[in-house]
Nanobody
Framework: QVQVVESGGGWVQPGGSLRLSCPAS????????MGWYRQAPGKQRELVASIGTGSGTNYADSVKGRFTISRDNAKNTVYLQMNSLRPEDTAVYYC?????????WGQGTQVTVSS
């Protein structure tokens, strides 16, 4: 059974940091492109960052220089380090695993940035 489970969300003040984690089980993790997406209330889900099987990365313009995506294939886990957080980063953050045939989503973790 495939499980993709996000953790690490919470409340933080503007300028603060959070680190999201997403361990994935039931898949050959190293063969999956891993991505972080977010969805704010009333808005469409959007790509935040992705990391390929060769560890090449891609970021949304709004998070470049502030967020860092990384993966640890030995732990079957993808991370999102979020620094200099802004109120507009408030959203539910989702982890996505994309393989040749299947795509898996996590249930999401809430990130709230406010003073």
């Amino acid at each position: 059974q495939v499980q993709v489970v996000e953790s690490g969300g919470g409340w933080v003040q503007p300028g603060g940091s959070l680190r999201l984690s997403c361990p994935a089980s039931g898949i050959t993790f190293s063969r999956y492109v891993m991505g972080w997406y977010r969805q704010a209330p009333g808005k469409q889900r959007e790509l935040v960052a992705s990391i390929g099987t060769g560890s090449g990365t891609n970021y949304a313009d709004s998070v470049k220089g502030r967020f860092t995506i990384s993966r640890d294939n030995a732990k079957n886990t993808v991370y999102l380090q979020m620094n200099s957080l802004r109120p507009e980063d408030t959203a539910v953050y989702y982890c996505k695993a994309t393989g040749w045939t299947y795509i898996y989503w996590g249930q999401g973790t809430q990130v709230t940035v406010s003073s």
